[in-house]
């Protein structure tokens, strides 16, 4: 009998996600098999859609099934476990078959439907991976100017077209000095050339006695079939990085990979940097800051076994490992380990899941563990492993809190205080370098009107507009709408607006005059919105080439200099009186990260934090570094108030363009599931809701929310799409769309 296909198709919502079956016509039964992707008629006009196999079988009686259109080679079949885990992802959190496989796969590894005279077909996102590269040959008795640049760019050795094109040397020169045999040419793959400039040097890792300590108490866990993941909890500067140097070192000479995950594409370089001198070549990047084809040919590396050690933000979880031994999730309590888009993932929980497939070791560290992470340590669930004391024995920077009342009752209406303004003078007297930390970008946040108090908000959301001098317009952080010239007059009333607060553009330039002699480098999303900005940025400070690094929460952590022996922290307030459960936690983890790039070397640190609450607990706590007293706060607070975890926590998020629609929608939706967990006799829930959501329109959408406590297990889970079965049927979906998200702070 002829195979059909079951197919997941792209365009699909949460609502309409299903598998469609084809029939496999013999010309493509070769190419199809579970995990192929393929292209498939859709619909009435039978438009060409992309979809992935995750079924196969026999044709049943009398069924009438289209045929497809074409399937992809063999290199491009999901793996048995990716596959799983495109059901995982599915089930876990409420997403489509096929936004599970884009989440997996790159974008340039990915296919798309192109017409010919054949009918559809598919064709690469990327088909162009390689390029010409040129080296010398012979030098001629004389060089034109044109040649001779062309002949000092060889000097070191072979270089792509692409490097030579942006040094000014165009194509047309060199394909002549290759005609008259003065270049050789050849087609080599682009890969080959990605981080060529972190040549390998690999140095013996010289563990002190208290990391060898966490080395012997790890590394068992790299043979035994089934090892318990472990959390790596150690201070700021207590050298984390080389126990993970000495495990990876370990993993691949047991024959198998390993995989490093890093919170910020900020801490890549650094990270790159230690990897790729330990094991040159076999180190493998995947991070957004890559373009496209850059992002293939490394996952393309992966995938044929020539990388052993992967390196990268969130989405190199997924990476096309087929030996993992050791997964590293440094900085694990980070929050940009949750996606932000569907499919709403939790990098860790993938990293869970894959290392139990492998029978690898999962190795979570930070210095600030996740209340979670800890909490499940400390009850067995997961090995516990330490390391208390500074690599070098360097005491832990002295924290100082200055009170901005007090500034701003004796006239100082700067950003900065008396006091940090004197501790960066010191600092730069005595040419050491200091990190300033304020988590809002633009020049000024907030334009209010003095006669009737309107704050200049964004028309498509409902949040201030932020005040951006070096481009001299408004711009929305939320949508991007921007306003040029900048108003100074009220809409609502035609009072004048008054600009005030503080982003790191402006205090740049309250540095600029206060301290002129300092050299300052801001680091923000606009200034690191270029590629490989990060990299740059960060070399030049590390090269001394600055005196001051002024940032968002990118310069906050995992970051290593010598001569920081100073820092200072600017604004936490309004992320201390933040909403959401986790706010003292995103807190207390901010404030001791950043302390700790202070004093990492051979000098003492210090560090000052300005605040409208000196005396607040979780202020004082992380100014003492004292993780233990903290969690013990906070874990209490969790327990009384049922939060993770001792619960899940669910957000069912709303959206439309008409608000009272979306309200009636969020009332209908909580009207289900109410009715749903009385019909199965109870499953374990408290609905709190609907409620706005903290920002209540963005991009002319109402949101509002429901939050649920509940297990998370499969029962809820079950309920929850029984409810959404309920809201679809009734039309609710017509009206606001629907978001699940088990990884956010009860809010989008």
Not at 1 to 26: E, N, R, W
Not at 118 to 123: F, S, Y
Not at 186 to 203: C, I, S
Request: net charge positive; glycine share 8%; aromatic share 8%.
């Amino acid at each position: 009998m002829p195979l059909v296909a079951q197919v997941a198709v792209s365009g699909a919502t949460i609502h309409f996600d299903k598998l469609y079956s084809y029939l496999v016509p013999q010309s493509l039964a070769q190419r199809v098999h579970t995990g192929s992707m393929v292209l498939v008629p859709f619909g009435r006009g039978s438009k060409a859609r992309m979809g992935v196999v995750l079924a196969a079988g026999e044709e049943p009686a009398g069924a009438k099934l289209k045929e497809l259109y074409d399937a992809a080679p063999e290199e491009a079949r999901l793996s048995p476990e990716l596959l799983a885990l495109v059901h995982a992802l599915r089930e876990g959190t409420f997403c489509t078959y096929y936004e599970a496989v884009k989440a997996i796969i790159p974008y340039g590894a990915q296919y798309r439907a192109v017409e010919t005279g054949g009918g559809p077909r598919l064709q690469k996102q990327l088909v162009r991976h390689t390029e010409w590269v040129y080296s010398r040959a012979a030098a001629p008795p004389k060089f034109t100017p044109k040649q001779s640049a062309a002949w000092q760019a060889l000097a070191a050795g072979p270089v792509g077209q692409s490097a030579l094109e942006q040094a000014g040397i165009s194509k047309d020169v060199l394909e002549r000095m290759e005609k008259k045999g003065m270049l050789l040419r050849e087609k080599r793959d682009k890969a080959l050339e990605l981080y060529g400039q972190y040549d390998a040097a690999p140095q013996p890792v010289c563990l002190s006695p208290e990391q060898q300590r966490a080395y012997d108490a790890l590394a068992p866990g790299l043979s035994q079939p089934k090892p318990q993941p472990a959390l790596l909890y150690g201070v700021t500067g207590s050298g984390k990085t080389l126990v993970f140097l000495k495990l990876i070192e370990q993993c691949l000479a047991l024959g198998r990979q390993a995989l490093v995950l890093v919170p910020e594409i900020s801490l890549t370089p650094q990270m790159i940097r230690r990897l790729k001198a330990q094991f040159g070549r076999r180190v493998a990047v995947q991070h957004s800051a890559l373009n496209h084809t850059e992002r293939l040919l490394q996952w393309q590396q992966i995938q044929s076994g020539a990388a052993d050690v992967v390196v990268g933000t969130r989405s190199a979880v997924f990476s096309p490992l087929e030996r993992l031994g050791l997964m590293i999730v440094d900085e694990e309590q980070e929050h940009t380990y949750h996606s932000e888009n569907s499919p709403r993932y939790d990098a860790r929980e993938v990293a869970r899941r894959r290392a139990a497939a492998h029978g690898a070791l999962l190795v979570l560290a930070s210095a600030t563990p996740s209340v979670e992470s800890f909490y499940a340590a400390r009850a067995g669930r997961m090995q516990l492993v330490q390391l208390l004391h500074r690599y070098n024995d360097m005491p832990l920077p002295k924290v100082y809190l200055a009170d901005m009342r007090a500034e701003l009752a004796a006239g100082n209406t700067s950003a900065l205080s008396g006091f940090l303004e004197q501790q960066l003078r010191e600092n730069l007297a005595q040419h050491n370098q200091s990190i300033l930390l304020l988590n809002r970008r633009g020049y000024q946040t907030v334009a209010m009107c003095t006669s009737c108090g309107e704050v200049l908000k964004c028309a498509s959301c409902s949040v201030p507009m932020v005040y951006h001098k070096a481009t001299g317009r408004l711009l929305c952080h939320y949508c991007g709408a921007a306003h040029a010239p900048v108003p100074q007059v009220c809409p609502a009333c035609g009072g004048k607006l008054k600009y005030t607060g503080f982003g790191t553009q402006r205090v740049e330039e309250q540095l600029a005059e206060l301290l002129p002699e300092a050299r300052v480098l801001r680091m923000d999303a606009d200034s690191t919105a270029h590629k490989n900005a990060h990299e740059t940025l960060l070399r030049a400070f590390a090269n001394g080439e600055y005196d001051i690094l002024l940032g968002t929460q990118m310069v906050a952590k995992g970051l290593d200099f010598e001569r920081v022996t100073l820092v200072g922290v600017l604004g936490i307030d309004q992320m201390l009186f933040a909403q959401g459960y986790k706010a003292f936690e995103n807190v207390f983890s901010l404030v001791t990260q950043v302390v700790g790039r202070a004093g990492r070397a051979s000098q003492p640190g210090r560090a000052v934090i300005q605040t409208v609450d000196p005396q607040h607990p979780v202020l004082t706590l992380a100014a003492n570094q004292d993780y233990a007293s903290f969690y013990e706060q906070e874990i209490s607070f969790r327990r009384l108030n049922l939060y993770p975890p001792f619960c899940a926590i669910c957000m069912v998020g709303f959206s439309g363009g008409d608000e009272a629609a979306v309200l009636r929608a969020a009332r209908a939706f909580a009207a289900f599931v109410q009715s749903e967990t009385q019909r199965r006799g109870g499953v374990p829930l408290r609905l709190l809701g609907p409620a706005p959501m903290s920002v209540a329109m963005v991009k002319r959408q109402y949101r509002y929310k429901l939050t649920l406590k509940c297990r998370g297990d499969k029962a809820f889970r079950a309920m929850l799409r029984a409810a959404l079965a309920q809201y679809d049927a009734g039309g609710w979906a017509s009206k606001a769309s629907v978001t699940i998200d088990f990884h956010s702070d009860a809010d989008l």
